[in-house]
């Protein structure tokens, strides 16, 4: 059952991950402008504060399913984050890569902070660890959960990996310039935050 739990967190995550968004597309960039060293130090540190984010949101989820405004501040909050990385991915969307100029730990400190600002993921699993709990596919035990956790931390871990690693290989083998590929990245970024705008705009006009 232990091992059953682990594999469910891992191809629960790994799924969850597939989609673009504000992670895999950061990650992106990073392998792109300063190399899969980079990209490697951002997937551990995002990975490990993946852990406990999932440790949280599945021991939280009861309590968080009852907050009725919980949908609204995530929309919002990614507006912000969406907008903010889409602007400044666009800003610098000329600058040539400079791998120099990072330090050991920039992608590290970076990977802890999307960690944490990584609200798409608390949806994600009040619905999917809802679905695996109510099924009975995983337990609520202290030590189920810890595993399961592990298990997801594993599947960002190995979904991030395939996407830095594919993201070297089609600028390598497409010789894309870096300002086409951050311009896109930040078209993205922009789209993503509209998306948000665009549905609370709708659901506080035409749902109430």
């Keep these: 059952m232990i091992i059953l739990t682990f594999f469910i967190g891992l191809i629960a995550n790994f799924i969850g991950y597939i989609p673009p968004g504000n992670i895999n597309l950061a990650l992106v960039q990073i392998a792109i402008n ?3 060293k980079q990209a490697l130090q951002f997937i551990i540190a995002f990975s490990c ?4 984010f999932t ?3 599945m021991n939280a989820a009861d309590w968080l399913s ?6 609204t501040i995530i929309d919002w909050v990614m507006v912000v984050l969406f907008g903010t990385m889409g602007v400044v991915t666009w800003i610098h969307r000329k600058k040539a890569p400079e791998e120099k100029k990072y330090s050991e730990h920039d992608s590290i400190k970076y990977g802890i902070l999307l960690g944490f600002l990584n609200p ?3 949806p994600f699993w009040m619905i999917t660890g809802t679905y695996l709990i109510t099924h ?6 202290r030590l189920a959960l810890v595993i399961f956790s592990i298990g997801s931390a594993g599947g960002a871990f190995l979904c991030l990996f395939i996407y830095a690693k594919s993201a070297r290989y089609i600028k390598d083998k497409l010789d894309l310039s ?4 951050n311009t896109g990245i930040a078209v993205l970024f922009l789209g993503f935050a509209a998306y948000h705008i665009v549905k609370q705009v709708y659901l506080h006009l035409w749902k109430h």
Excluded at 49 to 52: A, S
Excluded at 136 to 141: C, L, N, S, V
């Design 55 to 57: 440790y949280f949101i």
């Design 178 to 181: 870096n300002r086409a590929i």
């Design 66 to 71: 009852q907050q009725l405004n919980l949908s």
């Design 136 to 141: 009975e596919w995983i337990e609520t035990g």
């Design 120 to 122: 798409m993921q608390i």
């Design 49 to 52: 504060v993946e852990f406990f």
């Design 34 to 36: 300063r190399g899969i």
